[in-house]
């Protein structure tokens, strides 16, 4: 990547500079999804089993996985990668369990009580991305928060042939249900319900661009009413380097991402530009190794290099992509860190490959991409559970606000809502419960 010097562009040039991929902003995306949602809809399991034919090569009549299917399955996973899974499994929980929601409970007047409770999303849907890269760790990512919330219901959908590792760890996350199909058509069974795949109130899950797109729409469409998490495509990473960072370290990081797939982009900003050409060197070093190297280098050619001025200008450049994944490999990592407003997770320190967070550290590697870091947060326990209030007021509570209410209901222009308030006073002052005097409801009239 030739380094691009970030003080010498103007602000269109910084803007075309942090685009992403143009494969991420294909016109015919929303069409494709659009007519695969329609088919879903009108045809169900068959139209689910016709898709399974076509883009994943794959024939069966049953979507469900079967309980001795996915016996069969977990028996073919190695102990060793049993163990692996044993151990993320334990430190996602801990992580989740320790954001274990608190309700609220509060007098902000005398009389006047409020509360905010927490209750858990009823069905959940969780997307696996399969193809060329089953995402094992996705299953952990998703499943567990679901477990630990209490959601009663947890459908997972996974392109078929699904992996023996996906369905192990599915099973020993506590999924309830697995159905065999990936892509918008998993999106669209999980938002309108088919004869097999039963309509959940949630759908979560990364994806590449028509598994965005399809969220996006259904979680848009009047017909339903479905949540998604966030918008969550192509892997990104941004690493903020010093003259002090190891650039083959940095450099396997960046390859870390670029191998997810070619519409993925990685993007290093240093204040050094030998560092900048030595991570270069190293990119061409380490790309050769990796199976995956065709893929990477596609990924390659969307992705940029910055030389910048200081440390406070690498976190104003990367505050303004939103990276989904940022890395910070300087000397003093938590000084950077403290000008940061933008990531979905951070990775401070030459020890702390984004690996950790897409495996085992503990936190969610579901992050909000194209640059919603801005305006989304990460997956947490609280996005597997809604949350409400609820007030009570006694009748001392109602005099104690009566006048507010009645004053803030009249300057609205909403009689309705003051009559409602003083037909109460009135009836209080009538029992003896207060010393008002008689307050005449308005003759506005209310359905």
Same mark, same amino acid.
Request: hydrophobic residues 40%; glycine residues 6%; aromatic residues 6%.
């Given at each position: 990547?030739?380094?691009?010097?970030?003080?010498?562009?103007?602000?269109?040039?910084?803007?075309?500079?942090?685009?992403?991929?143009?494969?991420?902003? $294909?016109?015919?995306?929303?069409?494709?999804?659009?007519?695969?949602?329609?088919?879903?809809?009108?045809?169900?399991?068959? /139209?689910?089993?016709?898709?399974?034919?076509?883009?994943?090569?794959?024939?069966?009549?049953?979507?469900?996985?079967? $309980?001795?299917?996915?016996?069969?399955?977990?028996?073919?996973?190695?102990?060793?990668?049993?163990?692996?899974?044993?151990?993320?499994?334990?430190?996602?929980?801990?992580?989740?369990?320790?954001?274990?929601?608190?309700?609220? $409970?509060?007098?902000?007047?005398?009389?006047?009580?409020?509360?905010?409770?927490?209750?858990?999303?009823?069905?959940? %849907?969780?997307?696996?991305?399969?193809?060329?890269?089953?995402?094992?760790?996705?299953?952990?990512?998703?499943?567990?928060?679901?477990?630990?919330?209490?959601?009663?219901?947890?459908?997972?959908?996974?392109?078929?042939?699904?992996?023996?590792?996906?369905?192990?760890?599915?099973?020993?996350?506590?999924?309830?249900?697995?159905?065999?199909?990936?892509?918008?058509?998993?999106?669209?069974?999980?938002?309108?319900?088919?004869?097999?795949?039963?309509?959940?109130?949630?759908?979560?899950?990364?994806?590449?661009?028509?598994?965005?797109?399809?969220?996006?729409?259904?979680?848009?469409?009047?017909?339903?009413?479905?949540?998604?998490?966030?918008?969550?495509?192509?892997?990104?990473?941004?690493?903020?380097?010093?003259?002090?960072?190891?650039?083959?370290?940095?450099?396997?990081?960046?390859?870390?991402?670029?191998?997810?797939?070619?519409?993925?982009?990685?993007?290093?900003?240093?204040?050094?530009?030998?560092?900048?050409?030595?991570?270069?060197?190293?990119?061409?070093?380490?790309?050769?190794?990796?199976?995956?190297?065709?893929?990477?280098?596609?990924?390659?050619?969307?992705?940029?290099?910055?030389?910048?001025? $200081?440390?406070?200008?690498?976190?104003?450049?990367?505050?303004?992509?939103?990276?989904?994944?940022?890395?910070?490999?300087?000397?003093?990592?938590?000084?950077?860190?403290?000008?940061?407003? /933008?990531? %979905?997770?951070?990775?401070? %320190?030459?020890?702390?490959?984004?690996?950790? %967070?897409?495996?085992?550290?503990?936190?969610?590697?579901?992050?909000?991409?194209?640059?919603?870091?801005?305006?989304?947060?990460?997956?947490?326990?609280?996005?597997?559970?809604?949350?409400?209030?609820?007030?009570?007021?006694?009748?001392?509570?109602?005099?104690?606000?009566?006048?507010?209410?009645?004053?803030?209901?009249?300057?609205?222009?909403?009689?309705?809502?003051?009559?409602?308030?003083?037909?109460?006073?009135?009836?209080?002052?009538?029992?003896?419960?207060?010393?008002?005097?008689?307050?005449?409801?308005?003759?506005?009239?209310?359905?």
């Amino acid at each position: 990547m030739k380094p691009i010097t970030w003080a010498v562009l103007d602000i269109d040039a910084r803007e075309q500079a942090l685009a992403r991929s143009p494969l991420i902003n $294909d016109q015919g995306v929303e069409a494709s999804v659009s007519g695969i949602i329609e088919q879903v809809i009108a045809n169900g399991d068959q /139209a689910l089993i016709e898709f399974n034919q076509k883009f994943d090569n794959f024939t069966t009549a049953e979507l469900r996985l079967s $309980d001795e299917q996915i016996d069969v399955a977990c028996s073919n996973v190695s102990p060793e990668l049993k163990q692996a899974i044993e151990q993320a499994m334990g430190n996602i929980s801990k992580f989740h369990q320790a954001q274990a929601f608190s309700a609220i $409970d509060v007098e902000t007047l005398p009389g006047v009580r409020c509360e905010l409770r927490n209750e858990p999303i009823d069905s959940v %849907g969780l997307y696996i991305p399969g193809g060329t890269a089953p995402l094992i760790s996705t299953v952990m990512m998703l499943a567990l928060p679901a477990k630990i919330a209490a959601c009663r219901r947890r459908v997972l959908v996974s392109p078929p042939p699904i992996n023996d590792a996906i369905i192990y760890a599915a099973k020993a996350c506590g999924i309830t249900d697995i159905y065999q199909v990936g892509g918008a058509q998993a999106v669209a069974a999980l938002a309108f319900g088919t004869e097999s795949v039963p309509k959940v109130d949630k759908i979560f899950g990364p994806g590449n661009r028509f598994v965005t797109e399809a969220k996006r729409l259904v979680s848009q469409d009047s017909r339903i009413s479905v949540a998604i998490d966030m918008p969550a495509g192509p892997s990104e990473v941004l690493v903020i380097a010093d003259e002090a960072a190891n650039p083959a370290f940095v450099a396997a990081d960046l390859l870390s991402q670029a191998e997810h797939g070619e519409d993925s982009q990685v993007m290093l900003v240093t204040n050094s530009e030998a560092i900048a050409n030595a991570v270069s060197n190293e990119l061409a070093t380490q790309l050769e190794q990796l199976p995956r190297k065709d893929v990477a280098a596609a990924a390659l050619k969307y992705s940029r290099s910055f030389i910048v001025d $200081d440390m406070d200008q690498a976190a104003e450049l990367s505050n303004q992509y939103g990276p989904e994944h940022l890395i910070i490999q300087t000397r003093a990592p938590r000084d950077v860190l403290k000008n940061i407003r /933008a990531a %979905g997770s951070v990775f401070l %320190g030459p020890y702390t490959p984004e690996s950790v %967070g897409d495996y085992a550290s503990g936190t969610n590697h579901v992050l909000p991409t194209y640059g919603y870091s801005r305006n989304y947060s990460s997956l947490s326990l609280a996005d597997f559970s809604r949350r409400f209030t609820v007030q009570e007021l006694t009748p001392s509570g109602l005099i104690n606000l009566g006048d507010t209410l009645m004053t803030l209901a009249s300057n609205e222009q909403l009689d309705a809502h003051k009559n409602a308030v003083a037909i109460r006073l009135t009836s209080l002052a009538k029992e003896g419960n207060n010393e008002r005097p008689n307050i005449q409801p308005t003759s506005t009239s209310t359905t």
